[in-house]
């Protein structure tokens, strides 16, 4: 059965320093998404991806965040300068176009635990 | 932002009970909901999708939604140790999910 990959599985950077996680979705599936999820806290929206462009961010994605779909496969999000309140662990998620106005069904991958020291 | 509110657990049943679990949410035009379950330190896991009123069924898990009331539930029957997780709520705004915070379900043998 397809499934959504994610590498790493745990980044330990320190404050400041630039991180990239990668993402490699369904093949079939044309939108992309992040989340986050603060030890002990609620899964949030980061943004959402379509058709090479962000169709959504919520607030937490400031400029410091990017995301990017280099090639065919992967989709990865950058943090810029990684501040303490950086550390959570990180899931990507695909979709396909939901049907009958639907959203369709948003499969995550294994997360990436990101501890920012 | 919208809300999506869980009972809050945690819930202990016996194996071979059921479990129910209980969601709601604040916005009204929210058309796609969504039962997922989360193992600590795993990412979520879709069991189940629910679009329309009414009742849905696939296995042990059957989930209720009621647009009107803007209420959607989980109940497990059967239960089994291995469904000792996280139950996450997620609601969709066009393609984003809100979720809630989780009911902890515990099944003691």
């Known amino acids: 059965e397809p499934e959504v990959t994610q590498t790493p599985s745990h980044q330990v950077t320190q404050m400041g320093q630039e991180v990239i996680l990668r993402c490699v979705p369904i093949s079939n599936h044309l939108y992309f998404y992040w989340y986050r999820q603060i030890l002990g806290q609620k899964v949030e929206f980061l943004v959402s991806f379509y058709n090479n462009e962000i169709s959504e961010k919520s607030e937490i994605f400031d400029d410091q965040f990017s995301v990017e779909r280099p090639d065919g496969s992967n989709f990865t999000l950058k943090i810029r300068s990684t501040k303490l309140e950086d550390s959570a662990m990180y899931f990507c998620?695909?979709?396909?176009?939901?049907?009958?106005?639907?959203?369709?069904?948003?499969?995550f991958g294994p997360g990436t635990r990101l501890t920012v020291l | 932002q919208k809300e999506v509110e869980q009972n809050s657990g945690p819930l202990s049943v016996p194996e071979g009970a059921i479990a129910s679990l209980n969601c709601t949410y604040s916005?009204?035009?929210?058309?796609?909901f969504f039962w997922y379950r989360q193992y600590s330190g795993k990412s979520p896991e879709l069991i189940m999708s629910?679009?329309?009123?009414g009742d849905k069924e696939d296995g042990r898990f059957t989930a209720q939604l009621n647009k009107a009331s803007q209420y959607v539930s989980l109940l497990i029957r059967d239960s089994q140790p291995s469904d000792s997780a996280t139950y996450l709520c997620a609601v969709a705004d066009d393609y984003k999910l809100s979720f809630g915070a989780g009911t902890t379900v515990t099944v003691r043998a």
């Open positions: 629910i679009y329309s009123n």
């Open positions: 998620a695909s979709s396909v176009p939901g049907n009958g106005g639907n959203t369709d069904t948003q499969y």
């Open positions: 916005d009204r035009v929210s058309q796609s």
